[in-house]
Each structure stands twice: as structure tokens, then as C-alpha cells.
């Protein structure tokens, strides 16, 4: 058995991106550590409050559970915000030298002994701050405790414009749906080293997304969360039914990668 450190940025952002993979893997009994940069304290709720971050960090505890994780850690950096709003804080975690929170990830590292840490794609999948600063800190991390894999989590470009001429049919009336919008966004189809099929635990990913109901709404609409979440069961699977990893460098393969590599196929 194995193990694999996850490393993410925010609350629900494990679910979204991983969780199908989390789950597969602990289902075949490797054991699955989930490590949060922040608690999303910054991002936008149906019912905005000064305790949103507790909030975030329960739901993430509820989706974690559901993911079959055998270890969740925060590592309590303050949320960046978003670029076009970021937070005025000096110690938030975009703005941290990369060597202190890739010294703390390090750390967890060498403590389970990790055969592998997933963190994201170069461009941190959309560009969001806290996102690209995941992705330096995997690589740095990686490097420090020397963890012999590292997996770059990311979406299939050429997939997820299929995906979205399919829902933007469906829904013309949500701009955010828009092939366009997403044209340089995630990491080009040629690029792609892993595609995991998570069809055998689609109902655990929608569980766990679910779970994180506070981003579910927010004072001005309705959030793409909950947009998703009532996409009927063949749409669902349509867009969530699969995930996507780079491998940084491919580096040779450790017991830890042979274990996912026998959940995946390009």
C-alpha cells in the first residue's frame, strides 16, 4: 500500500478536481492525505460571515470523510482572494515566500513518508492565486523531502470545451458555461500524461461536492457549484467522470505512482 499527499488551495477545491481519484485510491485501501492551504475565508457564501472560514473547514472535514481520507491537514494560511479582489494581508498565502509553506508541505511529506503529492498545473488550473502558488509549493515540497512523484492536477482543455458546448445547449442562459471563456484556461490536450475514469465513484465525488454547501450560493446569484450539482446524473458523469493529471518531469515511478497508474489510461 501506498501513500499519497494532496495538496489543495481551498476548501471543495479536493472535491472538483481529485476527489474521484482520493476515493478510488482508498477504496483500494492506499491511504489518502489531504492537505488545504487556506480555509477559503475569502470567498463568497449565499450568507456571508466572520466565521465562513469554520464553516469551510467543517465542510471540508464532512467531504473528506466521504473521500475515504485517512488524514486531513490544514495548513492555516490566510485566503488570497481573488486576483481581480485580493485580500490586503501581507501574510496571505500567494504572498508567502514559496520556501515557507514548501518547508511545512515538506515536513507532512517526510512524515508519511509519501510516495507521491499531487498539487495543480503551472497556470493553477484558472489562474487564481492561492492555485499557482500550490502549484510552487508541490514542486518545492517535492524537491525538499524528496518525494519521487509529482502529479499536476488540471483539466483536459479539448475535454472541457466539449463538456461545455454540451451544458452551454442545455443552459444558453449561463454565461459562465461559454466554450470561449475557457480557451486558455487548464492545460492543452497533448499535454495530458494521466486521464483517471472516477465513473465507479461519481456518486461519492457529487456527495462530497455537495458537502460543501456554503459555496453553494452567494449574495449576488447563484454559484457554479450548485449549478452543477443539479446537472442530471448522465450530464454529471458527462463532466465530472473523469480527472486529469501532468506528471512533473516524469520521473521514474515509485510504488506510490504504479498504484495510480493502474487507475488511469491516456
Known amino acids: 500500500m501506498s501513500t499519497i499527499v494532496f495538496i489543495h488551495a481551498h476548501p471543495d477545491d479536493e472535491a472538483l478536481l481529485t476527489g474521484g481519484t482520493m476515493a478510488l485510491l482508498a477504496r483500494a485501501g492506499h491511504r489518502v492525505v489531504l492537505a488545504t492551504a487556506t480555509t477559503g475565508e475569502a470567498g463568497l457564501a449565499e450568507t456571508a460571515t466572520p466565521d465562513l472560514g469554520r464553516r469551510r473547514a467543517d465542510e471540508l472535514a464532512r467531504a473528506a470523510a466521504l473521500l475515504g481520507c485517512a488524514r486531513t491537514v490544514l495548513l492555516g494560511y490566510p485566503d488570497s482572494g481573488m486576483r481581480e479582489h485580493p485580500v490586503a494581508r501581507p501574510d496571505a498565502f500567494a504572498r508567502q515566500p514559496v520556501h515557507v509553506p514548501a518547508r511545512r508541505l515538506a515536513e507532512l511529506l517526510c512524515e508519511e513518508q509519501a510516495d507521491a503529492v499531487c498539487c495543480y498545473d503551472p497556470a493553477g488550473g484558472y489562474g487564481h492565486p492561492d492555485h499557482v502558488q500550490v502549484h510552487r509549493i508541490g514542486l518545492a515540497a517535492a524537491e525538499l523531502a524528496r518525494t519521487p512523484v509529482v502529479l ?32 486558455r484556461l487548464f492545460t492543452a490536450h497533448e499535454l495530458i500524461t494521466h486521464r483517471v475514469d472516477v465513473g465507479a465513484v461519481i456518486d ?9 454547501v ?16 443539479r446537472l442530471p446524473p448522465p450530464a454529471f458523469r458527462l463532466v465530472f467522470g473523469r480527472e486529469w493529471f ?10 506510490g505512482w504504479r498504484c495510480l497508474t493502474k487507475l488511469t489510461h491516456v
Open 204 to 212: 461519492v465525488k457529487r456527495a462530497a461536492m455537495s458537502a460543501h
Open 214 to 229: 456554503s459555496q453553494a450560493g452567494a449574495d449576488d446569484g447563484e454559484r457554479m457549484l450548485a449549478r452543477f450539482l
Open 246 to 255: 501532468v506528471e512533473a518531469g516524469r520521473k521514474s515511478h515509485s510504488g
Open 152 to 183: 499536476q492536477a488540471t483539466v483536459d482543455r479539448r475535454a472541457l470545451q466539449r463538456a461545455l458546448r454540451m451544458l452551454s445547449f442545455i443552459r444558453p442562459d449561463v454565461p459562465e458555461l461559454r466554450p470561449g471563456r475557457y480557451e
